[in-house]
């Protein structure tokens, strides 16, 4: 059954299986086909997003246990409805000691069974960084002690936590009880030290910058079997329709494993009275400016970043850039586009948080240049200065290139790199890139052992030092406006033309039509709605740099505390996220909002690196902003700042209510499976994690699919509920236009043609037309009315002749 839409709920033990069923009838009426699970096999402990997965052979007791997820698919099934769910094939959470794959590796090191399926380098002990200071000072401190009870003698960290040690050491443990604790740490198969040398000297591959999650081999057959078990069986039996692969560009061969696994899901016999297949597999993959997704890997598509970013720049108004950007610099002091700020947040994460996953990169190509006589004479240090310059460029996340066989889109990111190095290389140290572009292209000379393994570090560096490089960095630094600074975007493009939009969905439709299409994630950065409202800035980039000016006056002293590039994003965040409803003298309202504020903050201060970090905070700086956010939010304070933003949220209320409903109608029209992040069927003002993972008011959205503007009025998103239920029935009504239907751009004539994007999605003799607003905020703000005035659209017409006015007359969106 090709899933129609589905509904991603986020399981943890405060939301299991059992409260998901309860809510199946109310999904079904939504018009949802497939509830969209986070990962449901064994996590840490407690662990409130499943990714840190430490038994991928049984489903997490926490959410209920197999029995827990067997009932809720039967209620599914009842109503024929399915099940989706998320995998996590690059790594495994490790620490806790709950991951009986990683204490077998430390107690029994080279020799565990298990010691091949993680990316550990066993030339030399494998790194613990787990200490809090240097290994002689935690032994003095007495932070490190022996548990010698029991049958399984362990190392006790900090008094709870427990690291297995050699049986060969067990007899010792119990007859000495720790009394020559550094003779017997010096026999274990792992090194321990403190925290702080993981980024320079760890020995194993880690999903980016978080030691508690080690990578594994998936390539390695016997990893994919063992890891991949529960999975064959669960689609076997009729449980599941479909996986989504969480960050397929670590693994080693993506496309690889992507066929492998398609291969494999499509061999399964299925029983009687399920749906027969094929699986519905989509991938989470971060696709850069101008890259596609590869047709041949026998995925359905992406997850939907890709199209997150481009339904959002469609929504800006291209006029707004340049104001904008002025203003940022003017207000912030900060003289960087973006370009500039992405290249200094990768060099600066080469250089403080991937130095030991580099030099394992350069020793593997020092490596492969002495294995032959035309690259033996690049040293180490020229190999280094290339790879770092290259990195410093990438376009992309990785290139995907196998032994001696690269995918011929590779060619257009070498060249790329190739240009943009070029800037930095050293006066006669072109040749070195070009070497190492080579190798990356399965050509050039060596010994093919090492160049494969020589690329794959490469590829799995280049991987997260863009995430942590530009998401986890520069989208921090640079904030022209935050609604382009979020998880898949380009943030140096600003919007997108209709005739780019049209082209990209032509070929949604004729690649990936199944692609699922989001809008909100559990890793979005501003809830799709703060980004909706946020947009409306692009149309107003005046008043919105009068509002700023004022409110920095209206602050007062806490604000002279505070960098201007902080202040700014304050701003925008305090418009974006402000809460429908929310009154100037709603104290609990404010103070909740508030700590909100401060949450998101703090991280932001951190993941910038600039004046606070999650290594060392500044903690003091971090207490002032927080002093900032409660004065601007306190009732008892002089309420002009408070009654002038929210007249600014009431201002723009019509054109914010306007945008929503734009992107919620493309979400659900245009070429894809419409994905719904759990309580978003209402507004959803949210920021990032973990405040986009709150528990949902499901009573609420159950009123309000019974009432929506009476449960839900205005900016409280009635009306978008309303949207979705009514386009979800008519994709339940007719499944195969929109799952196989055509994507028909339709020419729009006269003055206002360029505010209205229009196209027919059409199957054999069944046709759907679709009509939509775009940039029409200086019309609507003032009041409460989504479209201009009747006479306004001055004779534009689509063509076919039907004009626009009356199609736009009600709403921003005409399907029918």
């Known amino acids: 059954m090709t899933p129609r839409a589905s509904y991603r709920f986020q399981f943890h033990r405060g939301f299991t299986f059992a409260d998901a069923e309860v809510l199946v009838p109310y999904l079904d009426r939504l018009g949802i086909s497939h509830v969209y699970a986070s990962p449901v096999t064994t996590a840490r402990s407690g662990s409130t997003h499943g990714y840190d997965v430490v038994d991928p052979t049984r489903i997490n007791p926490e959410l209920g246990g197999e029995d827990g997820l067997r009932s809720l698919v039967a209620a599914l099934r009842a109503r024929d409805m399915g099940l989706i769910i998320d995998i996590v094939p690059n790594h495994m959470g490790v620490a806790g000691g709950e991951n009986v794959w990683w204490n077998d590796v430390l107690r029994n090191g080279p020799g565990s069974r298990y010691a091949t399926f993680f990316d550990i380098d066993w030339s030399r002990k494998l790194l613990l960084p787990l200490l809090g200071a ?41 007859a000495e009880g720790g009394a020559d604790l550094p003779e017997l ?74 066929r492998t696994l398609r291969q494999r899901l499509d061999a399964i016999a299925r029983p009687a009275g399920v749906p027969q297949g094929p699986a519905y597999v989509v991938i989470e993959k971060i696709l850069g400016p101008g890259e596609a997704l590869a047709t ?69 190509f020092a490596a492969l240049a002495a ?75 060596g010994d093919a052992g090492l160049a494969a393994t020589a690329v794959q570090r490469f590829q799995q560096l280049s991987a997260p030092i863009a995430a942590k490089s530009v998401e986890d ?11 382009r600074t979020d998880v898949g975007f380009d943030a140096a ?86 809460p429908p409803g929310l009154a100037a003298g709603d104290r609990a309202g404010l103070e909740a909002l508030a700590d909100r504020i401060i949450a998101w903050q703090q991280k932001a201060l951190r993941e910038a690196k600039l004046r606070s970090c999650w290594e060392a905070p500044d903690e003091a700086y971090e207490a002032a902003c927080e002093t900032l956010v409660r004065h601007l939010l306190d009732p008892a304070k002089p309420a002009a700042f408070l009654a002038d933003i929210e007249d600014f949220v009431a201002f723009t209320a019509g054109a914010t209510r306007a945008n929503m409903l734009v992107q919620t109608a493309l979400r659900c029209t245009v070429p894809g499976m419409p ?22 008011d499901f009573g609420l959205r159950q009123a309000a699919l019974e009432d929506p503007e009476k449960a839900a009025p205005g900016l409280s998103g009635g009306g978008k509920l309303a949207l979705i239920r009514d386009l979800l029935e008519r994709r339940r009504a007719n499944p195969v236009l929109f799952a ?44 409460d009315r989504l479209v201009p005035p009747f006479e306004w659209w001055d004779g534009t017409y689509l063509e076919d002749g039907q004009p626009v006015a009356k199609l736009l007359s009600q709403a921003p969106f005409h399907v029918d």
Not at 374 to 389: E, P, S, W
Not at 546 to 565: F, M, T, Y
């Open 740 to 783: 196989e239907g055509g994507y028909e751009p339709v020419a729009v004539h006269g003055a206002r043609a360029g505010h209205v994007l229009a196209f027919r999605r059409t199957h054999g003799a069944d046709s759907l037309l679709c009509v939509l607003m775009l940039h029409c905020t200086r019309h609507l703000i003032g009041g």
């Open 296 to 364: 041949d890997w026998g995925v359905d598509g992406t997850s939907g970043y890709d199209f997150m970013e481009q339904a959002s720049a469609l929504l800006h108004d291209p006029d707004g850039e340049k104001p904008l950007a002025e203003l940022w610099r003017d207000f912030s002091g900060r003289e960087l586009d973006f370009h500039e700020e992405e290249l200094a947040a990768r060099q600066d994460m080469l250089d403080w948080a991937f130095d030991g996953q580099l030099e394992a990169c350069i020793a593997a």
């Open 134 to 174: 240097p290994l002689p000072r935690a032994l003095a401190a007495g932070d490190i002690g022996v548990d010698a009870g029991g049958d399984d003698p362990a190392l006790v960290l900090y008094g709870d936590q427990r690291l297995p040690i050699r049986p060969e050491d067990h007899a010792a443990a119990r």
């Open 473 to 483: 960095t520069a989208f921090y630094r640079y904030g022209a406006l935050l609604s």
């Open 185 to 258: 740490l010096a026999r274990q198969h792992y090194r321990l030290a403190c925290w702080c040398t993981a980024d320079d000297d760890l020995n194993w591959r880690r999903f980016f910058t978080i030691t508690e999650l080690a990578g594994l081999r998936i390539e390695d057959e016997a990893v994919f079997e063992a890891t991949h078990a529960l999975y064959f069986r669960l689609y076997g039996e009729g449980l599941i329709d479909g996986v989504r692969i969480d960050h397929v560009d670590g693994l080693t061969d993506p496309a690889g494993y992507c």
């Open 371 to 445: 294995s032959s006589e035309d690259t033996a004479g690049l040293t180490r240090a020229m190999l280094r200065r290339a790879i770092r310059r290259m990195l410093w460029v990438f376009p992309v996340y990785r290139t995907y290139v196998v032994g001696d066989s690269a995918p011929a889109a590779d060619a257009r990111v070498r060249e790329t790199v190739r240009t943009r190095a070029a800037r930095f290389t050293p006066p006669g140290e072109g040749m070195v890139v070009d070497h190492v572009l080579a190798w990356l292209a399965g050509e050039g000379p």
């Open 675 to 696: 994905d719904l992040y759990q309580g978003c069927e209402l507004a959803d003002f949210s920021l990032v994690d973990p405040d986009n993972r709150r528990p949902v």
């Open 493 to 578: 493009r600003f919007s997108m033309p209709v005739a780019e939009f049209h082209q990209a969905m032509v070929a949604r439709a004729r690649d990936f039509p199944r692609a699922m299409l989001a809008t909100a994630t559990h890793d979005h950065k501003r809830g799709e709605d703060v980004r909706a409202r946020l947009a409306v800035l692009s149309e107003i980039p005046d008043a919105w740099r009068e509002r700023v000016g004022h409110w920095d006056a209206l602050a007062g002293d806490p604000a002279l505390r505070i960098d201007p590039a902080d202040r700014s994003m304050l701003f925008q965040t305090l418009f974006g996220a402000w």
